[in-house]
């Protein structure tokens, strides 16, 4: 990445954490009381909760729940990869090449 890349990129997130920061300010003054009702079983917190940390907690699950799957994945791949890496090494060790 270059210079103007670099740039580009700061004032990218420059913007969004002044986008996220107006938000707190103006929402930090309003909560929500939250509950869960299943019909035979029904739940309330004690304390009601601000708009932004609902927000924020729920972009936070989100993106795990996007991001775990995607990690889980590439560990596999990693190790797939570490496995076959070894099996070519095994098969060039043992000096028997074998026509294609």
Known sequence: MGRYGWVALLLLLALVVGV?????????????????????AAWRLQ???TVPALVGGSAAVG???GFLPVWMQSLARGRRIKRLESQVALQQ???????W
């Open 20 to 40: 996220v920061g107006l938000f707190y300010v103006q929402n930090s003054a309003r909560t929500t009381q939250l509950s869960l009702d299943l019909g035979f």
């Open 93 to 99: 060790d043992s000096g028997a090449a074998k026509p």
């Open 47 to 49: 304390q009601p909760v």
């Open 63 to 65: 993106f795990l729940l």
